[in-house]
């Protein structure tokens, strides 16, 4: 197998995927937002729906590769094995800390999240990853979906019934409850986006980004890579679409079978074009002009996790800091966003315009912190 170096391509896809992240994540206003800038209420997706299989898509490739260097340099397979394992730990203590704040009130707090999710998934791929070749990591991908699919749609939750997909009665909703019932999301307490069930998918998506990255690692030419990454992008999304007519819907929350396909496939498109344009494209002027225009992703990609976290307690203590003024107390958030919401562009471009600057300010501190060459990682 060849062992290629850091691909830019792979940075600016992990930065692209954190600046929408931060976007979509911190609205000057919830309840004015465009449609595509919002999760899909149930079934179906928007634009901000393909941000969390992108993640996991992207730490498939990066396991593929990082393995593949590490074989290459003689490292024990039990010794890979730990390293995996300690970087998921790392991963959902960070994401578990965040929920615990501000209260720190652990009879309560959330257990899942996104960072636990990412965490679970890498744990339950690398035994996987380490020890299964792709015949076989394919043949676990279809017996995941196969047994996810057969739970969700044959088992009969008490009182409900087999194969009902709505919030809160499904199989995996039901799951939640029996094993986490005290600690789910708040919004909804009977069920959670980020549930136990939902995460078999979940892996399959960042084991399909194993399988990328382990393409990657083939001897055919970069040019060659990029056209079956780009066919194999419109095949996923063809299966997609198929399975959601014939299966289960595509639907976020529950990461059914026809969701993982359609995100592949959409992750597959988007890094293909990123993979062409900044390490494969012959064209040097395009390819150096691509650098340019790219290299904001580039600087958010290097810190990802660092910002995915910063972020998120920046935007907690915004909501929870308090501020008087005129006899009134506000949130600090809602502070800074009173000039903002005034200005007359309408409510929905006041609410982007305000996560716009949002993002800007933590790109400045990412842009910070590759100058001076500080790389977070775990």
Not at 114 to 141: D, E, H, K, M, S
Not at 185 to 190: A, E, I, L, P
Not at 226 to 234: K, N, P, Y
Not at 240 to 268: E, F, Q, R
Request: glycine share 10%; hydrophobic share 55%.
């Amino acid at each position: 197998m060849n062992a290629p170096g850091r691909l830019d391509s792979l940075d600016v896809f992990r930065g692209f995927t954190i600046a929408a992240m931060v976007l979509v994540n911190n609205p000057g206003d919830w309840g004015n937002l465009y449609s595509q800038l919002a999760h899909a209420k149930w079934h179906g997706w928007t634009f901000t729906d393909t941000i969390f299989p992108f993640f996991l898509f992207i730490g498939g490739v990066s396991m593929a590769l990082s393995l593949g260097r590490l074989a290459a340099g003689g490292a024990d397979k039990p010794r890979l094995l730990f390293k995996l394992a300690k970087r998921a730990l790392l991963i959902f203590l960070i994401g578990f800390l965040l929920n615990l704040i501000p209260h720190f009130n652990v009879g309560t707090v959330r257990i899942p999240g996104v960072l636990q999710r990412i965490a679970l998934c890498t744990l339950l791929a690398a035994p996987i990853v380490v020890y299964c070749g792709w015949r076989l990591q394919l043949a676990i991908i279809v017996g995941l979906l196969t047994l996810y699919s057969a739970l969700m749609l044959l088992y009969p939750v008490p009182g409900i019934g087999a194969g009902v997909l709505e919030p809160g009665r499904d199989f995996g909703a039901y799951i939640d409850r029996m094993v986490l019932d005290g600690h789910m999301w708040v919004q909804s307490k009977t069920w959670d986006p980020e549930g136990l069930v939902s995460t078999l998918p979940a892996l399959c998506s960042q084991l399909f980004g194993v399988l990328a990255g382990r393409f990657l690692l083939s001897k055919l030419s970069r040019m060659e890579q990029t056209v079956w990454l780009l066919l194999a992008g419109l095949l996923f999304v063809w299966l997609g679409v198929i399975c959601d007519a014939i299966l289960m819907p595509i639907n976020k929350s529950l990461w059914t079978p026809s969701y993982c396909l359609i995100m592949t496939g959409w992750a597959l498109l988007v890094f293909s074009a990123f993979f062409w344009l900044l390490d494969v494209n012959p064209y040097g002027a395009v390819r150096e002009a691509a650098a340019r225009w790219t290299r904001p992703f580039q600087v958010y990609g290097m810190n990802a996790l660092f910002i995915f976290a910063f972020s998120g307690l920046v935007a907690k203590m915004l909501g929870l800091i308090k501020v008087t003024n005129e006899g009134a107390t506000v949130s600090l958030g809602r502070t800074l966003y009173a000039p903002i919401r005034d200005l007359p562009l309408g409510a929905v471009n006041t609410s982007v315009l305000y996560a716009l600057l949002f993002n800007a300010c933590m790109f400045g501190i990412a842009w910070a912190m590759w100058r001076r060459k500080w790389f977070i990682k775990v």
